[in-house]
């Protein structure tokens, strides 16, 4: 498991109309053979673990990337599914954060229903599952599931020499389907600070945060 237990995977939107009218074109050459990718008429590289070109499904980066780390939950991993890029690069359309119910599901949902599917199977322990939803904007902290108002939703970041960063008063969400999870993904969401950048009409302009806390315990030790 160390030697990957950091994975990077480098997805390549494809032409958004806007940038179509302007005229941009591709700069990107992607060798999947070698997962590398080259930016046409230069000698500069570069190799990930992944590769996705503009046309790869939702379905596609999920099956490949994340799929089979979901199990690791279940044997008491930690596992964090970071999207990282310059705005309008396909954050949010990767992670599936903004869900409404009705587009090509991110990984986000996706993991959800695998997590779900998971539980269900397992007969030998019970679960207890929750999650929280923070949005951290110009460096103040925000709960998205605190049904307050926006300035009562600040949080504060402590540290603790034992149990690492804590967040007192974070609100958790028991849940107990993936359509409940799906229905606080969508609530916070909708909480979130958009507005437009020159890449992006609609930007999130933030950085969030989406935790699932996964419990188990043997049903024979209760
Ligand atoms: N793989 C993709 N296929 C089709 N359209 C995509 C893809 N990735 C992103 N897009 C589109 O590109 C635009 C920008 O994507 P998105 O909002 O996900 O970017 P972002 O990285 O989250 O930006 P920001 O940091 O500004 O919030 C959106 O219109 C989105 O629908």
Redesign the pocket.
């Known amino acids: 498991m160390a030697d990957k237990a950091v994975q990077v995977a480098l997805?390549i939107?494809?032409l958004?109309t806007s940038e179509i009218s302007k005229g941009c074109k591709d700069v990107l050459e992607v060798y999947p053979d070698i997962s590398q990718v080259r930016i046409r008429d230069s000698d500069r590289a570069f190799t990930y673990n992944h590769i996705f070109g503009p046309h790869a499904t939702q379905n596609e980066v999920f099956d490949r990337c994340i799929h089979h780390m979901i199990r690791n939950l279940f044997s008491g991993y930690n596992l964090t599914i970071l999207a990282y890029?310059q705005?309008?690069?396909?954050?949010?359309?990767?992670m599936g954060t903004a869900y409404s119910g009705e587009e090509d599901m991110g990984v986000i949902p996706r993991a959800v229903s695998e997590i779900f599917k998971h539980v269900r199977d397992n007969f030998t322990y019970d679960f207890a599952l929750s999650v929280s939803f923070m949005e951290l904007y110009q460096e103040v902290l925000y709960d998205l599931l605190a049904d307050k108002s926006r300035e009562q939703c600040v949080l504060d970041i402590r540290e603790d020499s034992n149990k690492g960063v804590l967040i007192p008063g974070l609100t958790e969400v028991p849940v107990e389907n993936a359509r409940s999870v799906l229905e606080a993904l969508m609530r916070g969401s909708k909480s979130r600070v958009t507005g437009a950048?020159n890449m992006?009409a609609?930007?999130?302009r933030s950085h969030a945060i989406f935790t699932i806390n996964v419990l188990m315990q043997n049903k024979t030790e209760w």
């Open positions: 997805r939107r494809p958004v890029g705005t309008g690069s396909g954050k949010t359309h990767t950048t992006n609609q930007s999130s």
